[in-house]
């Protein structure tokens, strides 16, 4: 089966999904893409110069057999501007992101949400990445359709429903493996010397939703506890350019300066070593659809310090809920408690980094393979 993937947003983690499924499909996958930039603009009008991209992709090497659509571009529009040069293939939307369930209601992220809701309408597959992630825009489409106008979309409800299913994101788990120690513990070359700080690794782009604020004002609890830590800030600057999360970084390297050991972001193999030198991955997102910079942690030999929510109970199994997830309110007191009781919390998560393999490309591929079979 030939399979065209399009992905709008051809940078970062989209660009990594869509490469290691290309990797590891049974199938040949062949890319096509815009570079990174202002993502509204690419869901707004990125549906033109990727019509021509399919238009160009189609000259060269006839009809695809199924095409695979990344959720950050109006889809319906993409549609419709390659009429021309595709028949009736099946079309399939990977939904990354949904901004229907995005907190705030600007009128932005509105008219971008009925983007994503006929994006949906336009596919005959619709894959989310969690099943939060699913059942939360299942929770929130029929309140949303209801402030239509008529005539209402309500009526298309339940045959888009239908279409919904959940696929994980692939992530390149096995550079980030280290090995274990005699008591099953994923360990990193940092906590090999008693004596060293522990590593709190932050892998989160610097948006409003991963609420950096939330994380400095845990630091600050640490701090006052008396603890010794040593910061490795990975995140990404915001695609939007935001300056209120540009501030919070500096000001947080600021306050923390004696403690930052690296600032991001870095190079592949350089953000790598410093994920497995790391001991704790901290998340206090107030919205996270995946995490896929979690699981590389995890797999590493972080302990984790996670929202008991999201999707984060999904990526840890029940049996670790308990020393990896902290319930609302409690993430200062958790973090306090991981830095303070590092290595009875290395050894209650021994055997959660294996359990990371789950979401390795060897093991999601096949899966992708085997819904995109049943759909063509």
């Known amino acids: 089966m030939r399979i065209l993937l399009v992905e709008p947003w051809l940078h970062g983690s989209h660009r990594q999904w869509a490469e290691g499924y290309r990797s590891w499909s049974r199938h040949r996958v062949d890319i096509i893409g815009l570079p990174g930039g202002r993502w509204r603009w690419l869901l707004q009008g990125g549906a033109l110069p990727l019509a021509e991209a399919v238009r160009a992709w189609v000259a060269d090497h006839g009809q695809p057999d199924l095409v695979v659509v990344s ?49 949906w309408c336009a596919a005959d597959l619709v894959v989310f990445n969690s ?96 603890l010794d830590f040593r910061l490795v800030l990975a995140g990404e600057d915001p695609p939007s350019g935001d300056r209120y999360t540009g501030r919070v970084r500096r000001e947080l390297v600021q306050r923390f300066a004696d403690r930052v050991a690296a600032v991001g972001p870095f190079p592949v193999d350089r953000y790598r070593e410093l994920v497995l030198g790391a001991d704790i991955v901290v998340s206090c997102a107030r919205h996270e659809f995946f995490g896929v910079g979690v699981v590389e942690a995890v797999a590493a030999g972080c302990r984790p310090v996670l929202p008991a929510g999201l999707s984060y109970p999904e990526l840890i199994p029940g049996r670790w809920h308990e020393v990896a997830l902290y319930r609302p309110g409690r993430f200062g007191t958790a973090l306090v408690a991981a830095v303070e009781q590092l290595e009875h919390g290395r050894t209650a998560a021994a055997g959660l980094a294996a359990e990371m393999e789950v979401f390795g490309w060897d093991r999601v591929a096949p899966r992708y393979d085997d819904r995109f079979e049943q759909l063509t």
């Open 71 to 119: 959720g950050m571009v109006d889809v319906a529009h993409l549609l419709a501007l390659s009429r021309r040069w595709l028949d009736r293939q099946p079309v399939v939307v990977f939904q990354h992101e949904s901004q229907l369930v995005y907190p705030g209601r600007r009128a932005e992220e509105q008219e971008a949400a009925l983007r994503n809701w006929l994006s």
């Open 131 to 226: 099943c939060y992630h699913r059942e939360a825009v299942t929770r929130e489409l029929p309140g949303f359709l209801d402030r239509f106008p008529e005539p209402g979309h309500g009526r298309y409800l339940d045959a888009v429903l239908d279409r919904f299913d959940v696929l994980p994101v692939g992530v390149h788990t096995r550079p980030f493996r280290s090995p274990p120690d005699e008591a099953g513990c994923r360990t990193s070359p940092a906590a090999g010397d008693g004596d060293a700080p522990p590593v709190i690794l932050w892998p989160h782009r610097w948006e409003r939703d991963k609420d950096p604020d939330a994380f400095s004002a845990a630091l600050a609890k640490v701090v006052a506890a008396g």
